[in-house]
């Protein structure tokens, strides 16, 4: 069975005294998460003051993004070394905010998994459609084309800290959900894909998360889904309870 990952996206929420403060409360509402992993992606600022919150709790630190060179005159990016210095374990790759909001193409996207990956960060790359894609019946093209060009050059080895985020982009921050049932017929044709192009055992042991306003209400049915390996949250992720709530159904 794959170990579930809920990771939490605060994306451009909390100041780093507000974050700070949230992860001394999800330290101490999550203090047996029993069999599953659990990471916090607070704003770029608040990274070192969480981590120093979090040091020695079950909860792991996530960045939102990175970029993909080492080092240079990039102003306003952070490499996957700051990260990693920082104290962050894993890394947010391809967010739909990222690619639609900033222009992040899929070949730009495959070299910031590749940087991560090759920094020792556990990357969690993001695909999904936007709501004309699906209506055109473009789901599954679209996602393919991401998963091609995103993890070209990658080996079935490189798969081992590589999850893959469902994000349906109709479903980010609307209240809309897919169903269960519309989460696991993309999550298992995901895994089909990997299994063709890494092989049946790289594919079997890649956690499949879905994203897309994730709540306390519809997490236990979407975890009950065969390829549904955990979850990608949102706004959710925001209030301690509720995240509670989400990681103990999980």
């Not at 995103?150 to 080895?157: K, M, Q, V, W």
């Not at 042991?205 to 955990?230: C, F, H, K, Q, W």
């Amino acid at each position: 069975m794959i170990r579930p990952l809920i990771a939490g996206n605060w994306k451009m929420h909390k100041t780093v005294r507000e974050a700070a403060a949230f992860a001394r409360q999800l330290r101490e509402a999550l203090t047996d998460i029993g069999e599953r992993d659990v990471v916090v992606a607070p704003p770029f600022p608040a990274l070192v003051p969480v981590a120093e919150v979090l040091r020695g709790s079950a909860i792991a630190l996530g960045a939102q993004n990175l970029h993909d060179a080492v080092q240079g005159a990039f102003t306003g990016e952070v490499s996957a070394a700051m990260l990693v210095d920082a104290g962050c374990r894993f890394v947010i790759v391809g967010h739909s905010e990222r690619r639609a909001l900033f222009g992040e193409t899929d070949a730009f996207v495959n070299r910031k998994l590749a940087r991560a990956a090759a920094s020792g960060l556990n990357p969690i790359f993001c695909v999904g459609e936007t709501l004309p894609e699906r209506e055109a019946d473009r789901t599954w093209p679209v996602i393919a084309g991401q998963l091609k060009e995103g993890l070209i050059n990658f080996s079935a080895d490189d798969m081992n800290r590589l999850a893959i985020a469902y994000e349906p982009v109709w479903a980010i921050g609307t209240g809309k959900t897919a169903s269960p049932a519309q989460a696991q017929e993309v999550h298992a044709a995901i895994r089909r894909w990997l299994a063709d192009r890494f092989g049946p055992a790289a594919a079997a042991s890649t956690r499949i998360l879905y994203g897309g306003s994730v709540n306390p209400g519809n997490i236990a049915s979407l975890m009950a889904e065969p390829d549904v390996n955990g979850d990608l949250v949102g706004g959710a992720s925001l209030e301690c309870e509720s995240f509670r709530k989400i990681v103990a159904l999980a």
